[in-house]
């Protein structure tokens, strides 16, 4: 069974840093291209970064890059999100999903709120 | 970036009765390598989203019969022939052809 546990969501202040997890298994994490997606309030779904299966190649949505960075270890089945310089409209869940050009997998997301 | 506009936006219904969403794109969807990368997802309240049909009419496995997917080019819609109560929830077209990858508003469907 293929799961998606995506962790480290938390509150920050605004301009801070966070880094999420998520850990997959029931697949070949490294045959497949992973991505990020976030459901925030105001813009609903937004595909946030994508990353090839070895790494290699990185593709974000144009308003986030040079903020947040996609990274993956194959060796431990793990999708990471770096975020930096968070606003307020970064507030969302993160979901980390399998990436075939759609999304047919998606963990249950994990909550980041950026307040004062 | 490819723009998805859904309508309507909000779809109140009766159960047994049918149901339709459609989902218009900017620009075409017809990926240079044949297939249009256009896809339906349902999110129930308190649940993360769920692929319902990929690549216009293709149920996911698990998905009802009842749910079918049609369209091409920039015009796609999606029905269902008779609603139950567990398909509440928000309804979004997403289109992986054009990165980046994007989603309708959504459509909130109802019981009346």
């Known amino acids: 069974e293929v799961q998606l546990v995506e962790s480290g969501g938390d509150l920050v202040q605004p301009g801070g840093s966070l880094r999420l997890s998520c850990a997959a298994s029931?697949?070949?994490?490294?045959?497949?291209?992973m991505s990020w997606v976030r459901r925030t309030l105001g813009k609903g779904l937004e595909w946030v970064a994508n990353?090839?299966?070895?790494?290699?190649?990185?593709y974000y949505v144009d308003s986030l890059k040079g903020r947040f960075t996609i990274s993956r270890d194959n060796a431990k089945n793990s999708l990471y999100l770096q975020m930096n310089s968070l606003t307020a409209e970064d507030t969302a869940v993160y979901y980390c999903?399998?990436?075939?050009?759609?999304?047919?997998?998606w963990g249950q997301g994990t909550l980041v709120t950026v307040s004062s | 970036d490819v723009v998805m506009t859904q309508s309507p936006l909000s779809l109140p219904v009766t159960l047994g009765q049918p149901a339709s969403i459609s989902c218009r794109s900017s620009q075409s969807l017809v990926h240079s390598d044949g297939s249009t990368y256009l896809h339906w997802f349902l999110q129930r309240p308190g649940q993360s989203p769920r692929r319902l049909i990929y690549?216009?009419?293709n149920r996911d496995s698990g998905v009802p019969d009842r749910f079918s997917g049609s369209g091409s080019g920039t015009d796609f819609t999606l029905k269902i022939s008779r609603v139950e109560a567990e398909d509440v929830g928000v309804y979004y077209c997403?289109?992986?052809?054009?990165?980046?990858?994007?989603f309708g508003q959504g459509t909130k469907v109802e019981i009346k």
């Open positions: 999903v399998i990436d075939d050009r759609g999304a047919p997998y």
């Open positions: 029931g697949f070949t994490f490294s045959n497949y291209w």
């Open positions: 690549k216009v009419s």
């Open positions: 990353i090839k299966t070895d790494g290699s190649e990185r």
């Open positions: 997403m289109q992986g052809t054009h990165w980046p990858w994007t």
